[in-house]
Every structure is written in structure tokens, then in C-alpha cells.
């Protein structure tokens, strides 16, 4: 086993997807490792410490050290989060949804910590990518994930018809998402580039009370009335041989 540089470990600390209670969804070994967790770096210091307070009411939050890591954060600033752990600390770098590093800015830190010789420690968590695969039926053997699509019509056709070709010709299941308020827009553009055969699974409010993974031909989605605004979704679609 390689040895690490720097006694302070990162943590990777998943969090639940929405407004869910977290021990339904996390493994209790989060909660007690962040039961030791005084540091952390988030995209969002406010929804952090409510979720914080959540998991861990006892837990005084005067103690807690964040650093905030989002669109505002310069780069030049963000190796500096790590200096606690070359100091001997452990930091817990915490999503705001989900899996640290998986679509999420915390990739960065998780890079810089490799450099850095810092040992990374990913604790066990709800991914909506993940999840969505699973429940999509489609070939959990060969999937690709692509992040968001483009927003100009034009270059958004391109994109979507060239992934259905990739999914054709390598049997492979196609993977994205959308900023939720786009999620109506996104549906009506697949429905009118995909071919009519071509299975599309929505995967929406994953983990929630109001869950739902449902796959079935583009034909078929156009009969359903289908309202995803402002809801957390996952797309999934294979044009199969």
C-alpha cells in the first residue's frame, strides 16, 4: 500500500438528494464519521449546516470550519482548503446532492488532494446516476455519463442524435442531466429528435417520497403528460439493435 504524505485524511461525505431524513438513506458509518468532523468544505455553507444540524442535532455549530467551494471560488484559493490536513486535521469535503465529485465541483479538491499526497477516503452514499441506472432496465454492462447537453437547439439535435447513433452501434445506455427548471424543455427536445422506438427512462425525485424511474419507448413518453420543473431528474436512453 503506498503511504501518504500527510496524517489528515479527506473525507468524500454524501448527502441525501432532497428534503428525505438521511439515515433512510445514508449508512450510519457517515453519520459517525462526521460525528468527528469539525472542517469541511461545501458549495453552500447555509444548506451545509442544515443538513449538519439534521444528521447531528448535539453537534455544536460554533465549532464547525467551512470553506466554500462553488462558481464564485477563485482557483488560486482552492488548494488552500487542504491545509489542514497537511496540518494533521481531517476535513469532510460535503455535496450539496449526492456523491462528492460526481458531477459536482468538489472534483477539483479531490484532484488536488491526489497531488498533494493527502489519502481520499469516498464514503458510501446515494448517487442519482447510479440509482438511475439501475432502475433503468438499459445495459448496466456499457453506460456513459454526459453531464449537461447543449441549450442551443441546433447543437443540442447534433448532441442528442449523435448519442442515440453511440448507443446503436455500441449497445450502450446514454446518461445526462439538466438544471431542473430546463427539465420540460430538455423532455420536449428528446421527443422530437429520438427515434420513436428508442427507450427513454426518466428517473425523477430519486429517493424521495415522490420517486419515480419509468422507462419506456420516446412513442409512448409523447401520450404522457409529464411535468418535471424544478425537480431533480436523471435522463437515460438506448437505441437498441
Not at 443538513?51 to 482557483?75: G, R
Not at 432502475?135 to 456499457?142: A, E, F, V
Not at 442531466?177 to 427515434?195: A, S, V
Amino acid at each position: 500500500m503506498p503511504g501518504f504524505k500527510y496524517s489528515g485524511k479527506l473525507y468524500l461525505i454524501p448527502t441525501t438528494m432532497g428534503a428525505a431524513n438521511p439515515m433512510q438513506v445514508l449508512p450510519i458509518q457517515v453519520k459517525e464519521i462526521m460525528q468527528e468532523l469539525d472542517i469541511y468544505i461545501v458549495e453552500n455553507e447555509k444548506t451545509a449546516r442544515r443538513h449538519i444540524k439534521q444528521l447531528l442535532p448535539e453537534k455544536q455549530q460554533s465549532i464547525l470550519k467551512f470553506y466554500s467551494l462553488n462558481k464564485f471560488t477563485e482557483a488560486s484559493e482552492i488548494p488552500s482548503f487542504l491545509k489542514d490536513c497537511k496540518e494533521g486535521k481531517n476535513i469532510g469535503l460535503l455535496s450539496e446532492a449526492g456523491c462528492p465529485g460526481v458531477a459536482d465541483p468538489g472534483a477539483e479538491i479531490v484532484k488536488i488532494a491526489h497531488i498533494e499526497g493527502i489519502q481520499i477516503i469516498p464514503l458510501v452514499g446515494p448517487s442519482s446516476i447510479l440509482l438511475a441506472m439501475m432502475g433503468s432496465g438499459m445495459n448496466g454492462q456499457r453506460f456513459t455519463f454526459n453531464g449537461y447537453l447543449p441549450i442551443a437547439k441546433k447543437e443540442r439535435k447534433k448532441e442528442i442524435k449523435d448519442l442515440e447513433r453511440l448507443s446503436f452501434e455500441k449497445n450502450e445506455a446514454q446518461i445526462f442531466i439538466e438544471t431542473p427548471y430546463r427539465n420540460n424543455k430538455l423532455l420536449e427536445d428528446l421527443l422530437q429528435f429520438l427515434h420513436p422506438t428508442t427507450r427513454l427512462c426518466i428517473a425523477c425525485d430519486i429517493t424521495l417520497p415522490t420517486e419515480y424511474i419509468v422507462t419506456k419507448p420516446a412513442s409512448e413518453w409523447k401520450k404522457t403528460k409529464t411535468d418535471l420543473h424544478k425537480r431533480p431528474a436523471i435522463f437515460v436512453f438506448q437505441k437498441e439493435i
